[in-house]
Every structure is written in C-alpha cells, then in structure tokens.
C-alpha cells in the first residue's frame, strides 16, 4: 500500500489519459487518441505512472510503466450533481498489473456520499493487496461556485487524507502560499497537482507545476499539457528536471 | 474473451433481434415475430451472430449460429431519462450456450451511473467465462440533442473502448470521414455499425454500411433492414459480399 | 420449468386469489374473505392451479390443486408510479410447495426497471429450481393511456416472451383478431387472460374467455368472476367444459 | 413460529414500549423514562409479551416475560412519506430471547415496497429461527386521508395475513362491527388491537378492547394507556380479566 | 462491548478530532491541522479516547490512547437533507485498533432511514468484535428548526438508547434542568456531552460541561475547545480536574 513505486527522489509524475471517459475524444488529436502512442510516451518519457481505465488496461498496458487504474468515471454528457460509480473492480485492477487504484470523489456534489462510501470500501480493498489507494478530489455539484478556492483545494485535500488516501489529486490555488496550506491539510497524503488543460504557453504550466513543488507537492499527474505538446518528450523531460531533479522553470525549459 | 467467434475475414455481421422488447412488437409482422424464423434466417444467411434476450434464447436457439445475449432491456412505454438494468445473469447467458453478452449503455441519460458500473461488474464476469461483452452505446436524454453527431458518436465509441468492450455498437454518422474518427476512438474495441430502422431503399442501407466499413467498421448489427426486407436471404447475401467478401455496394446488389 | 402440471388438453384454468393484497378486502364478502374457501373450490372446482401469497400458501394450502406463489405484491394504496418487489423467495415458495411463481412487472412504469430485474433474478433461480415462472405484465403508469389498447397487449405479451416468463397472464384486448397478434407476440410463452373484474353477465364473461381460447390462448387465470358468481361451482363447470373441453359459450352455459 | 408463547387461554396482552424510537420521550414521566420499570411492570403484571427495541432489549431485558423485538423503527421527526428499515437482525432478536419479531409496514406509503419486501425476508429468517413474525400494519402517507376508516383497517388486517405475518397489530375501527371485518380479513392471522394514545377514561379504553375481543381479537398490545396510568398495576389487573378471563368491562373495572 | 476503557473513575473525556473531514481545514490552525500534533496532545492531555476517521487512525495512530473509529462522514459543502454513509468497515476499525466505532445519525433527516439501518448492522458487528458502538446523534434537516431545544435533544438521547448505542453524543441544552432529562432519556447508554464551537471564553466552557456532568453525564467529546484553545495541555488539565475529579469549575480554571 505504498506510493514508493510511483515515486523517483520522493517526487513522481504520472501520465493521466483518463480523458476518453471524461471528456470524450475531443480533447484528442490523430496521435494521441490512440492509447499505443500513450503507452510508448509513458515509458519513453520516463513517467513514473500512468492512469488508464479497465478498458485501455487490457488492450494496451504492456507493464513497462506502473499502472493506475481509474475505477471509476463517467461521461461529461449527463447534467445534475456529479456521481461516478466504480467499474472495474480492486481485484480485476491487480490483475491488469496495477499497483494502485485511483477513484475520483466529486465532494459537494449531492450523491458524494455515494463515492465517499465506495472509496471506503475500494481502498480497504487495495490495501488488503498491497496496492496504493489514490483520491482525485474534485470538489463540484451546484453549491461549489469556485473549485480552485483556497478554502475548496484544503478541504479537498483534507477531505482525501481523511478518507484513506494514499494520495490526492487535487487541482493548484494558483499561487504558492495558499496551496502549501492545502498540501499541510493532506498530512502524510502524497500532493498530486492534477495538470488541468492545456496552459497557454509552457512557461504558464511549469510555473504552475513549479509554484506546486514549492508549497510541498509531491508531483503532478498531467495528461493534456503534454500529449496535447507539439513535442510531448521534451516537455516530458522539462517535467523531469521540474519535479524529479527539482530544477527551476529555466532550467527545466532548457532540458 | 475474443470476438474471433464471430468474424469471416475479420468482418462480422450480427442478426440483432432484441426489438421485441426494446420496441414491441410494432416492428414485427406475422413471419417475423416468430423467432423460429429469425433462427433459421439466422443460419440460412450465414450471420456471424444472433442477438436474442434470454426469453428467446431459451426457447428458440439452436447453436447452429454463435449467440449474443443481451442481458440488459427496458420497453419503449417507459418515459423520462433511460435505464436498462440487467435481466440475465452473465453464468445463466453462457449455460444458454452464448459467446457473447450485449448491454446498453445509455451515455448521457440521468441513470448512466447505473449502466456503467453494472456494465462494468458483467464485463468481468464474461471475461472470466471467455465470454467477449459487447457495449450498444446509445447517448440519450435530455442533455443529447443528436444522437448521430459525429463528436457524440465519437464519444460513444470511446465510453465503450473506456469501459472495456470487446466491441461497441453504435450508430452511424452519416458520412465516412467523420465516422472514421468514431472508429479511430474506439481503438481496438471492434466497432459495428447499428442497422437502424428500415432505411427508405435497399441502395441507401447498403451504401451507409459500405461508409461504415470504409471507416474501419468492423460490420455492423442488423435486424429491420433484413427482417424487415421483402426477401431477407437476398439481403443477408449482398451484406455478405459488401460486408465479408468487401465488395462495392454495386457488386452487393448484384448478389 | 414446465407448465404441463398446470394443464389439461393443453389447456389450464388458474384461479387467481391475490386480491387481498391487491386490492383490499373491498373485492370479498363473508365466503370468499375466507382463503379455507377459496382452497376448496380450487379442490372441488377442478382448477389447474391456484394463485396464493406467502401468508395464504403457509396458512391454506393443502396441495390438492398445484400452486402458484405470488412472490411480489403492492396494496392500491399507494399512489404514483406502480412498483411491487419481491416478498417471497423462490427458495420458500418452492418450500410451500408452489410449482411455478408469479411476479407482476407493471411495464411503462417509471420503476419498471426494478421490476424487470427483479424477474430475472427470479426466473432463473425459479428454472433452478424446476419450477415455471409466469409473468403478470401489466402496462401501468402516467405513459400509459389505455391498457387493453392491443399494441398495448401485444407489447406486454412480448415482453413477457422475451424476459423468460413460461406463461404471461395479460388482459382481453376486446375481439379475437387482434388477441391473435398478442398471443402470437408471446411465442413459446403460454398466454393465459387475465380474469379481470365481475363481468356484467356470465355469457359476457364466457364469450371472451372463448374469444381469447380462438385467439390461441393457454387458458385464463380468473378470480372475481368464480368467488364472486352467486354459484361458483356452476361456473367453474362452465369454464371447465368451455376451456379444458374446448365447447362453445352455449355448450358451457348448459354445463 | 407460533404465536403460542404469547397466549393465555388464546388470548394475549403484549405491553408496547417503542414509544422512546417512535414519538421520543416527551410521552414519558419520570418513572416510566425508565426501561427498568417497564421490565418490572411487564413482569410483575402478568404481560402475555413486552415490546422493545434492541437497544432496550440488550441493556434491559432480563427474560421474565416473552420478548417481541421490534426490528425496524423511525423518530416522529422526520416528514414526508413514511419509512422505517431494520435496525436489528433477526439472528441478534433471537440471540437478545426474542420469541418474535416486530415490523412496522406503512401500507400506502410512497415507500411501502421497501417495507413490503424487506417484511417479506425477514418473516422467513424468523420462521427459520422458529420466531413469530408480527406486523404492525400502519395505513399512512399523502393517499391515507382516515387510517381508522373501516376499509382501511380491514385492507391493514388482509396485508398483515397476505404477506405472511402471524399477528396483526392494527387500530380500533371504533364499533364492534366494523371491527368484526377486519378481523375476518385477516384470516389465521392473530388480530391484536393497537392501544393508541392515552384514552380520556378507563371505562373508555376498556369498552374499547371489549368491543374489539367481541369482534374476534386474539387481544392488544397496549403502551400507553398501562404505564401512563396513575396505577398501572391495576389497570394490567383490569386488562387481564378483560381479555384473559373474557370477562365484562364492568367485571373488569372491579378488578 | 463495554465503555470502560474510555473511563477513569466512570468519566470519560474523549478528543474529537473528525472535524478534517465534517467542516473541512477552517477549523484548523497551523498547529492542529497536523494530526500528529493532536496525537501527542491526547497522550500528554491524558484524554480517555481519541476520535479519528480511517485516514487518520492509518497514519497517525500509535495507540498510547484508546481509539474511537469515526466510520461514517461526509463534508460540509452537500446541501439539503444530510446523510453520512459508512466509509470504514468494523473489521477494518478493529484491525486499526480501535476500541469503539463512532457513527452519526443524522435524526430528522430525510435520509435518516438509511443512517438508522446502517448503524444497526455496524452496532452488531462491533459487539461482536468486542468493540463500542457510540452514536453521534444529531438531529438536523428542514424539519428540525432548534437541535438544542430540550425536547429535541432528549430525543436524540433516547433514539440512541433504542437503537442500541453503548454511548451518546448530544448537543448540551443549556441548562442543568433539560439535560438531566436527556441523560434519564439515554437510559443507560452513557452521554457524552458534544464540545461544540470555540466557547468565547474558557469559563462560559467548563461552565456548560459542569452543567452537564451535573445532569448526569458521563463526559464529554471536545475537540476544537481544546486543540484551539491557545494553551490545550492547560485546558485539557482543566478538564481532567473537572470532569474525572468532579471539580469546581473555579477549582478547575486553577488546575
């Protein structure tokens, strides 16, 4: 049930493709809607993870990376208070070779006692075989006016903490300050900043991801800001300098 | 788990026969409401598959063509936004002597949750049973306006590849370019294109499945548009040339 | 998983006594309210099967008639929507010495999802255990205008057919052509009238049992039209020699 | 699975005492708050049966009298259409002594299906563990306009035998005949009135059980109208030669 | 099943610390939202008990003082009715080293069903591992308008005692008079008084628990009046001499 796998110097970056669920192919382009592409980049870049669904799992993960399974997920085509439901079971996940799960908990929405009870469930699942138990937090539903709030971002992070989390993905405040609170709130929960989509310029995004690695991230999980790059290994290596050598933005643009 | 079973030549063509429920009995007249007939225009017209809910299965399958079963169902009479829980346990689909499960997925409906984690605990079961799942997905309720849009159908394809199909069904969008995209989504989730109602003339049927294949469709799953058809065997024959032998929608007529 | 015990010349009379719960006591008077009654006319009637909850079967009955247990219900208290759930297991009813169960799938609700899967659940532990599985389809709820509509009854009959049901009790639809569809919609799956409120006069009643018998059907599960008939022994004789002998209404009405 | 052990003479007085779930302790005083004395009243005034939660029954009961133990409840609190789920198993009422089960069922409820079918699992769990099952067969909700009305409580008394419960608690119609339908309506099913609140006089309360034991109880179980009496024992004296002893109001109130 | 290892000298003062997860890090200084800080504080403060969520009790837990496994919650920014669902099994509580689990029924609620029936079966479960099943009862939705109205919280005490709670957790009343009422109502489940939000001054605090230990009390759960107090291992003295050695509240403001 560690996150150690997924870490290099105690810092990891994951590749999320989790996106073919969430958004449909829209965020995609001839390249990367095809999950080999996604494969071959993973490995290629050196990531320390990256997160499929059931389905990519079986027909594409060839193990050279470590796995996440996303377990739960749903389309962006319903309306209403967010619920996604889990869809591939702990079980079946370690048998495509992950070495955790990943579930998102939509806090706010009016069914997150729905996904609160099914983490619980999943989670002591996954430590009874050894595998890390990751929270995407996201808080979302009609009383949430502002998802990257600082108060919103700690209570996400605090809310996965306190849930069982090994780790959170959580969405960055936007400066450094108020996300060092927030990673605080997630205690010995690892801080995944999640990459969000694709940040006007790279500049824009390595800052970012830099601002997270100052507050006390311990990584990013980043799915559109790089296979959405016009040169996604190059950014996978400025990502590398970034976060794994702890190197500075310019340093990191340099690579 | 392989949809080998029910392929020629890679390419696969379905006898879809789940209308009885689906619709009632107004798509039917008095030769084919007999599901007697269905099975013998099953085997006489070398389908690859047949599709039958487990009332029929039990009472009408005769092996002589491998059998889809499709475990969920609901009656049109039912308003509001669609659900279809399953009807037929996955153990008691493969006793009926099937190769396959069929489930609907009503992407977009209010009850999508449902569909999708149910989908995802049968998925497993068949996979156990080296059984392969087929996933009709349908975007439907309030929030789809066009259900044939290329991005919706797109994300059809893709919410099937996602939650670990071994094939999808879903509509054609009308055109090869934009379906190719659909296909492209679905990965190695093998993509059949839905019959739909009867189509005005043998010739537009005819040259809509040749758009889909000429899209990378794998075949497609059809019930009106031959059992609906004044000479059923004569269909199943040019589906087979345009379909199984490749030919053009000319050549198919000429069968 | 036969109905051959329920029948005779291929033919079968079920007298149906879920009224209590159904409807409330408003359906009895001072003999028929009493369920040692009804077991002796289903005896002394010659029935081919009687139609008892749980609370009457464990009470009343004495196995001199095969048994159909009811195994879901709801009072007419309830407004809205219609759904009735299992209250019976198959296990217990098998136990009670029921050789087939009855369930009621009010199709076109807004619950008949629940209902559906329930029936499957049901049918296939009913096969299991040897017993047959009927189907009451009742077309219910605000989609639903008109239920003996015949595409209505059709529709009910099919479902009935395609969800696995052995028999479908169903509603007359008024004249003998267009029952014919209906019972031609059911297939393999025997169709039985449902006995409905007290006809105004016998001859009335008779005339569409034997409408129903030219139609194809089984036979009919009657209730109000035998326990409340001011003889019901006559009238049983009467269905008997109209039904199980196949006479005219005349010949019957002379039983 | 008899009533057996809660009769003298075939009749019984259960002492309720749910009152603290259902209505809260603004129905209590300072002495009967108090689980201790209720135990003691039941006992020291030869109840045929004492009612409680499991909360009462684990802390409180010490095995003098036979123990019902109620298996499902709600608080007043809550508004909308009533519903109430067990709160205690019936393997934990046998391990507590229970003799019998008690359910609450709101006939007409929006939510009767959940009670209708959750009765209907736990009769037969009782019944395995050789329990009685005893429904308290409440009509309420929005459709409910006189849940005292003839009809209704004769509709209460028929749920009560159709879904399988051994004893019916229901209300007093108010006259002997009216009652008199009720009890017939419930066939083999042991009728035992239901004390309600707190009556202006004991003449009142007895005539009341009178009228009820004419019509055909078995008995009542009572709460209020014993422990909120200025002498309880007394009114337990008065009670028993009512019921036990068949005797007169007038004989009674001698007691 | 008992309550004794979270007394000294039959008073129990517990360290409420689920706050992370039910009002989200507002609560939290710098200080206290790191848990092993509250961790060291219940050990040095010589608390009877400690209350975490599973997250907590994985990380942080190291057993110098017994634990209260809160296995329900949900956050703060749901709306409407309230519901919290299980998120941690009892078995798993157990494993964690928990002596009892906490659970909150939230009365009144529309979902109250839920939370009753699900504490039901945690309750048994705990017993069975020897564990205490305590209940935060807190009556709360559109229909409650005061939760500190004495009526009400006798209510919430009695519906803990009913549903088998070892110990009760209610909102103090305000006045010595009204709780004594709530503690007769809690029967012998043992209450617990609920610390409730920063007192404004330390006196107005003790005061209130006083009150309550006055009326009966067994204790108190404190959380943010302690751990936000500026100087927690003072209060928490103040609280042993109080509450443990049955002090003045001016004998322990000189603690």
Redesign the interface.
């Known amino acids: 049930m560690s996150m150690e796998v997924f870490l290099s110097n105690k810092r990891g970056i994951l590749l999320a493709y989790?996106q073919?669920?969430e958004h449909?192919?829209?965020d995609?382009d001839?390249r990367n809607?095809?999950?080999t592409f996604i494969m071959e980049l993973a490995a290629a870049g050196r990531f320390n993870g990256v997160v499929f669904?059931?389905?990519?799992a079986?027909?594409?993960y060839d193990r050279r990376v470590p796995l996440i399974l996303k377990v739960n997920?749903?389309?962006n085509?319903?309306?209403?208070e967010p619920?996604?439901?889990?869809?591939?079971?702990v079980k079946?996940a370690s048998e495509l070779g992950a070495k955790a799960v990943g579930y998102t908990i939509y806090?706010?929405?009016?069914h997150?006692?729905?996904m609160?009870?099914e983490?619980?469930?999943i989670?002591?699942e996954a430590h009874e075989l050894k595998m890390a138990a990751i929270a995407w937090i996201y808080?979302r539903?009609?009383?949430?006016k502002n998802d990257t709030a600082p108060?919103?971002v700690?209570?996400a992070?605090?809310?996965?903490?306190?849930?069982?989390?090994d780790a959170v993905k959580i969405k960055y405040t936007g400066d450094v300050e108020s996300f060092k609170?927030a990673v605080?709130?997630a205690?010995?929960?690892k801080v995944f900043m999640s990459g969000g989509p694709k940040a006007p310029t790279e500049v824009d995004f390595l800052t970012q991801v830099r601002g997270a690695l100052d507050a006390g991230a311990t990584g990013l999980a980043v799915g559109r800001n790089v296979w959405q790059s016009s040169d996604p290994l190059r950014t996978a290596r400025a990502l590398r300098k970034l976060v794994i050598e702890n190197r500075s933005v310019d340093e990191a643009l340099r690579a």
Not at 53 to 56: A, S
Not at 77 to 80: S, T
Not at 157 to 165: I, K, Q, S, Y
């Open positions: 989790d073919g669920l449909g192919p829209t995609f001839e809607v095809d999950p669904q059931k389905g990519l079986e027909k594409y997920g749903k389309t085509l319903v309306k209403g619920v996604a439901r889990q869809i591939c079971s079946y806090a706010g929405s009016a997150e006692d729905i609160l009870e983490f619980g469930r989670q002591e808080p539903g009609e009383a949430i108060e919103i700690a209570y992070a605090r809310t996965g903490l306190e849930a069982g989390a609170w605080k709130s205690g010995k929960a």
